[in-house]
């Protein structure tokens, strides 16, 4: 089973990676760890197959480059190494009862870069878990907005994406609201239509779309610090392994 954690910086990639790992060694299954983050300095597990050894930031710095520039030449440099690390995913996943892969901090270097399809291209049915936080959920369009990004992510990676709402340990009484906004696309669109601004009228039109463009997306709530979610998250990946996909 390969799990991918994808998301913005600091949505909590590295950490959950570490600590759904360690939930999952608890429980007596074999974890591979997969770091494809080129600019990490520090990891909280000790990753099989680290991207590092190939290239980093932090060099190509010292080589010239300003921060943005080296990142993008990081994975630029590591396209001409994709088979390799693909066959060691692959490899390690035969070993392995669950292979966790850590990606880039900034998501586009894996989304926009050409690097991110070439590993996944090449991996049998990877579940890619969409890392968010709930700062971004302040209004029913954003809602929207984070509904269309994971299907955005499997129309761009070929993957099957589950949302999963991170840092839950930081919104105990909010839950309720922010769950029935995620998962009840008739309230969603309800509550857009209550907006006037251009950005809900557009929101509106769009999130009408859900139905017919997604199957019925389970919504995991996850806390990488508490493990809250993590169950849930154990038993998604289960389905889509046995389902091939389909976690309706
Ligand atoms: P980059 O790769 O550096 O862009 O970030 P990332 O997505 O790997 O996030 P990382 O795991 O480094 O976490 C970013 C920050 O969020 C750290 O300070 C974490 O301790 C914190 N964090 C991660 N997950 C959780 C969580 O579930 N709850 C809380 N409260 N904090 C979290």
């Known amino acids: 089973m390969i799990l991918i954690f994808l ?8 950490t959950i990676t570490a600590s759904f790992g360690e939930y999952l060694e608890k429980n ?60 060691g995913i692959l490899e390690l996943d035969e070993e392995r009862d669950y292979l966790l892969i850590d990606t880039p901090g900034q998501m586009e270097s894996f989304l926009f870069h050409d690097f991110g ?18 700062e971004i959920l302040k209004k029913p369009r954003d809602y929207c907005f984070v509904r269309f990004f994971a299907i955005m992510i499997a129309l ?10 991170n840092k ?5 009484e909010e839950l309720p609201s922010i769950r029935r906004l995620l998962e009840e696309v008739d309230y969603l669109n ?3 239509r209550l ?11 769009i999130c ?21 979610g993590f169950d849930e998250l154990e038993t998604l990946s289960y389905e889509h392994y046995c389902t091939c996909g389909d976690l309706t």
């Open 7 to 14: 998301g913005t910086a600091g949505s909590g990639k590295t």
């Open 28 to 87: 007596g299954k074999s974890v591979g760890y997969v770091n494809l983050d080129t600019g990490v300095k520090k990891l909280p597990y000790r990753p099989d197959i680290d991207v590092r050894d190939i290239i980093t930031v932090e060099e190509l710095m010292k080589e010239g480059y300003g921060p943005n520039g080296a990142i993008v030449e990081s994975y630029d440099r590591l396209l001409s190494h994709a088979e390799g690390i693909v066959g």
């Open 117 to 134: 399809i070439r590993i996944t291209e090449h991996l049998s049915e990877p579940l890619v878990a969409y890392l968010f936080s709930p």
């Open 156 to 165: 761009r990676l070929g993957t099957t994406t589950v949302p999963v709402l």
């Open 168 to 172: 839950v340990d930081l919104i105990k």
């Open 190 to 192: 309800a509550r857009l």
């Open 195 to 205: 907006d006037p601004s251009m950005q809900g009228l557009l929101a509106s039109r």
């Open 208 to 228: 009408s779309f859900l139905p017919e463009v997604s199957s019925p997306v389970r919504v995991v709530y996850a806390s990488a610090k508490t493990g809250e």
